[in-house]
């Protein structure tokens, strides 16, 4: 689990409930100092990420860390309590995950206009779930929404300026739209980025042929 999880934080799907669930695997075989890091890197994409908070605080209690413990303690009762949507936030996050859940049965049944509503309402109880705004975006590109979808990605790498897939995605909207310099742009800063990543000159070497070809 620990080989997988690490993994997929290494290829970008660097989640917060990854990065939690790869915490829980850490202090599962004695590892606690990268326990402990791992929460912190969960708790950093998600301030709000209550489970995160609470794994935090058994984990430094458990270490003689009772200071700590006790102030992650009170940070996970703090925000238990509910927030703007009127829901516990764990509720609130539950939801969320939920409506994003459903929205990602409706697009794989083709049902698009339903998939996208289903995570606008994620969204409206959890606007910073980054990788509920890439999936709203795939779904609106899928949609033939480009403009729509490229503010959901520019939304996204405000945040994670560096995360690959939605890179490559808002160039493609980019692309599709017409927009061939902002494509470019966005592409190029992939390619300095992440040099190793195959797609990047694939996705390149179709603009220069759109370009070719006037």
Not at 30 to 38: I, L
Not at 183 to 190: L, M
């Amino acid at each position: 689990a620990v080989l997988l999880l690490r993994e997929a934080v290494v290829e970008g799907m660097a989640y917060a409930d990854a990065h939690n669930l790869l915490g829980l695997s850490l202090a599962l075989i004695g590892r606690q100092a990268d326990a402990v890091s791992s929460f912190d890197a969960a708790i950093a994409l998600n301030p709000r990420y209550v489970e995160a908070h609470l794994n935090r605080a058994v984990l430094l209690n458990d270490m003689g860390r009772s200071d700590e413990a006790r102030e992650a303690f009170a940070t996970a009762e703090h925000l238990g309590k509910p927030d703007e949507t009127g829901f516990p936030v764990m509720v609130a996050n539950r939801l969320a995950n939920a409506h994003a859940g459903l929205a990602a049965d409706y697009r794989a049944a083709g049902a698009l206009d339903e998939a996208i509503a289903q995570y606008e309402r994620a969204l409206e109880l959890r606007p910073g779930y980054a990788d509920i705004r890439l999936a709203l975006a795939r779904a609106l590109t899928e949609r033939g929404r480009h403009g729509d979808a490229g503010r959901q990605l520019d939304e996204v790498l405000r945040v994670r300026p560096e995360w690959l897939d939605a890179m490559l995605l808002r160039g493609l909207t980019a692309y599709l739209d017409g927009d061939l310099a902002t494509a470019d742009t966005v592409w190029t800063a992939a390619a300095e980025r992440h040099p190793e990543e195959p797609r990047i000159e694939i996705y390149r070497a179709m603009l220069a042929r759109r370009r070719a070809a006037g």
